[in-house]
């Protein structure tokens, strides 16, 4: 099952390397079960989107260790992938990129030539570069946040309530990220997706972020002080403050870190698939 990792810093750019690579179960430690690529997104100062990605797994690829420890943002999007549709490729690879902002998804649902014709009739069809589900929902909603001017929240929920009427649905969790805000979705129950809320340190001799499990104890200073709202497909670390988001949940952290919880989705999709609907590849894509 692919995983997803989405951080906000706020206002103030950080380094992810403690989540990345060295928490308990870091996105890193993650892929070793995830092997089909992996991708980090970020924001420089002016606010433009980057993204760093391979077709490889995170714990073998050098360069998402390197980018891992270096890049700093306000909002991080890091995925790794199992993939479902599409080839191992550069362009099936997440986070994927539309009108500045970056996107990642967890999850399957059918009926991609429905969905196409839908986008056609947006006009945004060549915003898909690649084979995969997961670009073709972002297109869709960047053509709804489009018709919204530009509210981003509202294109996620036109959306994703279309494709519950319209399509076959196993689960449309996802996360987009500018450089000031992050949406995340779980949609319906399928998968599970995690938040975690960390107050900043006003302390000047902040003890380091000190994150532990069973397995192992990591610390880090980068984010000691500063504080940031995590989004995740599973508990990283021990932290009794990881909460499951409810199923339906749209998730939206603004600059301040305000973090607010709706549910404007259907209560559960028209279509509802199984793993024994999914073809033998996507089933064992989608098993926790």
């Known amino acids: 099952m692919c995983r997803l990792f989405g951080l906000h810093a706020g206002s103030q750019a950080v380094r992810a ?4 690579l060295d928490a308990p179960d870091s996105l890193a430690d993650q892929s070793r079960r995830e092997p089909d690529g992996a991708g980090i997104g970020t924001f420089d100062g002016d606010g433009k989107a980057h993204v760093a990605k391979q077709p490889l797994a995170a714990w073998e690829d050098h360069a998402f260790a390197r980018e891992a420890r270096v890049l700093k943002s306000t909002t991080f999007l890091a995925h790794v992938r199992y993939a479902s549709t599409g080839a ?8 994927f990129e539309q009108d500045g902002r970056l996107f990642a998804h967890n999850g399957a649902f059918g009926d991609l030539e429905r969905l196409d014709q839908r986008l056609a009739e947006f006009g945004v069809e060549d915003l898909v570069k690649g084979q995969t589900d997961s670009e073709r929902l972002f297109a869709l909603v960047t053509a709804e946040s489009r018709r919204a001017d530009g509210d981003v929240g ?23 990220t500018t450089a000031s805000d992050v949406w995340a979705v779980r949609y319906p129950d399928t998968h599970e997706l995690h938040i975690l809320e960390r107050l900043p340190v006003r302390s000047e001799e902040a003890a380091p972020l000190d994150a532990r499990s069973s397995r192992i104890r990591a610390h880090s200073k980068d ?7 995590l989004i995740a497909t599973e508990p990283m670390d021990d932290n009794p403050e990881w909460r499951a988001l409810p199923g339906g949940a749209l998730v939206h952290i603004n600059p301040d870190l305000g973090v607010t919880i709706s549910r404007p989705f259907p209560a559960a999709p028209t279509h509802p698939l199984t793993l024994a609907d999914l073809s033998p590849s996507a089933a064992a894509s989608q098993k926790p």
């Open 223 to 229: 984010l000691a002080r500063s504080g940031h709202v």
């Open 154 to 176: 509202e294109g996620i929920t036109q959306a994703i309530s279309w494709i519950a009427k319209e399509l076959p649905v196993f689960s449309l969790n996802l996360i987009l």
């Open 88 to 95: 191992h490729t550069m362009v099936n690879t997440h986070p």
């Open 17 to 20: 390397t403690f989540w990345l």
